[in-house]
């Protein structure tokens, strides 16, 4: 079964400060793997796509990194600022036939405090 | 910039009663997609739509849901005999193009909640 793992859980740093977050998979076959930020109550929105030929992807402040043979991804935010208080989701979508099918994390949570 | 819209934002429901949540998708995109989560979980995928048909559903997605396009512009998911269960936010989100690599541009959600 497709699964998604994140650390850690939660994390409060302070403004200004680096933080980096963590996935693992277990998606089969692999197509892509995204990072998605959700403040609360709203939706989520897409920060990056990578499919199994990149290895790093940037967005303004956010990075994110693929090692698709140990299955894992990283998220790092640079420079943090309060805006970034949010739920950070990585999900990984397969690439079965006709599957458009996306597996999601429980996400960390992310408390920039000043 | 455009967006998925979700009405209502709240919905409160008996149970036993049919309830439907509405979508406006982005207006180029032909892709459609309904979510849910329950609250404090991950995000579960429940359905795809496209060309007026179900590309593909969860095993969350029973008889009691069904999706519709019933115009240009709407998509719903209506859950026929709501249980509490049913409880969560469900989201509705779009893509542009066909292809796995395609941004899901996701609406704010309707919270759902069963009394």
């Known amino acids: 079964k497709n699964q998604v793992e994140q650390s850690p859980q939660s994390l409060i740093i302070l403004e200004g400060k680096n933080c980096t977050l963590q996935?693992?998979?277990?998606?089969?076959?692999?197509?892509?793997l995204r990072w998605y930020k959700q403040d609360t109550g709203r939706g989520p929105v897409s920060l990056t796509i990578?499919?199994?030929?990149?290895n790093t992807k940037s967005n303004g402040r956010y990075t994110a990194t693929l090692d698709a043979d140990t299955k894992q991804s990283s998220l790092h935010i640079t420079a943090s600022q309060l805006s970034d208080s949010a739920s950070y989701i990585c999900?990984?979508?397969?690439?079965?036939?006709?599957?458009?099918?996306?597996?999601f994390g429980k996400g960390t949570k992310l408390s920039v405090i000043p | 910039e455009p967006e998925v819209t979700q009405t209502p934002s709240h919905q409160v429901t008996q149970m036993g009663q049919e309830v439907i949540l509405r979508c406006v998708p982005i207006?180029?995109?032909?892709?459609f997609y309904w979510y849910r989560q329950i609250l404090g979980q991950k995000v579960e995928f429940l359905v795809s739509f496209y060309n007026n048909e179900i590309s593909e559903k969860s095993e969350i997605f029973d008889d009691q849901f069904s999706v519709e396009r019933p115009d240009g512009s709407n998509f719903t998911l209506k859950i026929r005999s709501t249980k509490l269960e049913d409880s969560a936010m469900y989201f509705c989100?779009?893509?542009?193009?066909?292809?796995?690599?395609?941004?899901?541009?996701f609406g704010d959600g309707t919270r759902l909640s069963i009394l």
């Open positions: 207006s180029n995109h032909l892709y």
């Open positions: 990578m499919t199994f030929s990149e």
């Open positions: 996935c693992n998979y277990t998606v089969s076959p692999f197509s892509n």
């Open positions: 999900v990984v979508s397969d690439s079965g036939a006709g599957s458009y099918q996306l597996t």
């Open positions: 989100a779009s893509s542009p193009r066909q292809g796995r690599n395609q941004p899901q541009h």
